[in-house]
């Protein structure tokens, strides 16, 4: 494959297409750093939303948080209204640990798209980070809720519950956020009903996250 995608791209040097599908296989060969060389011939080729998000997505995939964050903000700067940026942007921001932007990023996700999957959750994460455990517990049972209208059941991600849980013993109602810590427990039993992956910007919450959180609360 790598072969002949080179054997593409010298045929037609311009074609945003091939360096795209060559920086894919460069990733999947753990070449990353060409892969990375290839997405920045791919934005000087062509500066546009496809060749930011693949260059975005690479960094992030790469743990280079930091470097991801500045394409997110030419993809905001190029669709100021599409939630998706705003949201993957305030993940970039969390996990940079620039707290209080990404508190902003998620609202401004929120306020473009209130059904954007995930993104009550994690501004309620979010809030609770920053301290406001009142503000959380509202988005959180906005995400918690089967009518809430969230596009694919937020109430299905084992985060959201884990969050929740958090907030609750912010809050000292301890017994619910006990249940909710034997609620993601039964989700990573029934692991087909959990919904939460690293590609939809979710917290990796594990098994034993959940029952040291038990030890600490006196129930394991």
Same mark, same amino acid.
């Given at each position: ?22 920086? *894919?296989? =460069? ?6 750093? =060409? ?30 948080? /930091? ?11 190029? +669709? ?18 620039? *707290? ?22 994690? *501004? ?8 406001? *455990? #009142? ?8 995400? =918690? ?9 937020? #109430?299905? /991600? ?21 249940? +909710? ?8 039993? =029934? ?16 098994? /034993? ?12």
């Amino acid at each position: 494959a790598e072969y002949e995608i080179i054997k593409a791209i010298r045929c037609n040097p311009t074609c945003i297409k091939n360096h795209q599908q060559y920086a *894919y296989i =460069l990733f999947t060969m753990g070449k990353y750093e =060409l892969a990375a060389k290839e997405c920045q011939l791919m934005i000087i080729l062509e500066p546009n939303i496809e060749s930011y998000s693949g260059y975005a997505w690479l960094l992030e995939q790469m743990g280079r948080f /930091h470097e991801s964050v500045l394409q997110y903000q030419e993809l905001i700067a190029l +669709e100021p209204d599409n939630a998706i940026w705003y949201f993957w942007y305030a993940v970039l921001l969390q996990r940079c640990q620039q *707290y209080n932007e990404s508190r902003k990023n998620f609202k401004k996700c929120l306020d473009i798209d209130p059904n954007y999957e995930g993104a009550n959750g994690a *501004y309620a994460y979010s809030l609770y980070i920053n301290g406001d *455990y #009142n503000e959380a517990l509202k988005y959180i049972q906005i995400a =918690l809720s089967p009518n809430g209208g969230c596009r694919d059941r937020d #109430n299905n /991600h084992l985060c959201v519950h884990y969050y929740y849980s958090l907030i609750m013993i912010k809050l000292n109602n301890i017994q619910t956020a006990v249940n +909710e810590l034997y609620q993601c427990l039964d989700l990573i039993q =029934l692991h087909p009903q959990n919904q939460c992956k690293n590609e939809k910007g979710c917290l990796s919450i594990q098994e /034993h996250h959940i029952y040291d959180l038990l030890t600490e609360l006196g129930y394991n």
